[in-house]
């Protein structure tokens, strides 16, 4: 089973600052089946960015997603108040398809 | 438009069991893969099942398996998750969703398991 492991485990930004988010594998995952996911309180999560790099469907350009191998991030360009969430990386790319544990991104 | 309805959650006995189902709208299930996954109270996502669209195409996290299992009905349009010998630890949000990367996702059902 491949481990997600994302840093850091809380990060405590003000609007208008740059959020970098680390999502980092125990192995290798192919680019093509890392996601992103951005949950708020008491909401199903969203999907983000899926393709390590591909927004999805009506999701700003204020983020963006990059890496391969073991080393993928999300990036959020100028937090806008309704940034402030928890957010999850995934892969699929063996059968068990396993989460990271979450950033908790909250107003500085 | 994409909607996804889950239900059957509740409170049941450590050891009993429960059937949850998600009613798919705006897609026909059979052209997509579909997944369970959880969230207990106040912790992050488990990824707990998937079934292919394809007959017989299932897998499960270790958690769960031998446990649970998925199936679907396609003329129905809906997904199931049959749940036995239920732990208290099994104690979570159940959440269906589309696709492999999870692109749209129900609202979610309670399912609490406690003496």
């Known amino acids: 089973e491949i481990v997600l492991t994302q840093s850091p485990g809380t990060l405590s930004l003000s609007p208008g600052e740059r959020a970098t988010l680390s999502c980092r594998a125990s192995?290798?995952?192919?680019?093509?089946?890392l996601v992103w996911y951005q949950q708020k309180p008491g909401q199903a999560p969203r999907l983000l960015i899926y393709g390590a790099s591909s927004r999805a469907t009506g999701i700003p350009d204020r983020f963006s997603g990059s890496g391969s191998g073991t080393d993928f991030t999300l990036m959020i360009s100028r937090l806008e108040p309704e940034d402030f969430a928890v957010y999850y990386c995934?892969?699929?790319?063996?059968?068990?398809?396993?989460f990271g544990q979450g950033t908790k991104l909250e107003i500085k | 438009q994409v909607h996804l309805v889950e239900s059957g959650g509740g409170l049941v006995k450590p050891g009993g069991s429960l059937r949850l189902s998600c009613v798919a709208s705006g897609f026909p299930l059979s052209d997509y893969y579909m997944s369970w996954v959880r969230q207990a109270p106040g912790k992050g996502l488990e990824w707990i099942s998937w079934s292919g669209s394809g007959v017989g195409y299932t897998d499960y996290a270790d958690s769960v398996k031998g446990r649970f299992t998925i199936s679907r009905d396609n003329a129905k349009n809906s997904l199931y998750l049959e749940m036995n010998s239920l732990r208290v630890e099994d104690t979570a949000v159940y959440y269906c969703?589309?696709?492999?990367?999870?692109?749209?996702w129900g609202q979610g059902t309670l399912v609490s398991v406690s003496t």
């Open positions: 969703a589309r696709g492999a990367n999870l692109d749209s």
């Open positions: 192995q290798s995952v192919g680019s093509r089946y």
């Open positions: 995934q892969h699929y790319g063996t059968s068990q398809h396993t």
